[in-house]
């Protein structure tokens, strides 16, 4: 089916600057959202940028069971220590 990995081939992996699906982020203080400041969150699933729309790269978190839409900006990822 088309859209789908080749038995006995591994799955394909979507990275997006450096990040990855299932990734732990913190978000920052340049978040436009006050209340998650400082949570961290999951990322779920990414858009890719469309400069030619104006639209950045978006990234969805999932922060205490809420799914945000943030910018690249908006968080910084978590060392691998704090993971």
Request: a negative charge.
């Given at each position: ?74 968080f ?8």
């Amino acid at each position: 089916m088309p859209g789908q990995d080749s038995p006995g081939e591994p799955p394909t992996t979507f990275t997006l600057d450096g990040l990855n699906a299932g990734d732990l982020v913190r978000v920052n203080d340049r978040c436009p959202h006050p209340e998650c400041h400082g949570e961290i969150g999951i990322i779920d699933f990414m858009f890719l940028a469309r400069p030619e729309c104006g639209a950045p790269a978006e990234f969805v978190l999932d922060i205490r069971g809420f799914f945000t839409p943030l910018e690249r900006a908006h968080f910084d990822p978590l060392p691998p220590d704090d993971q």
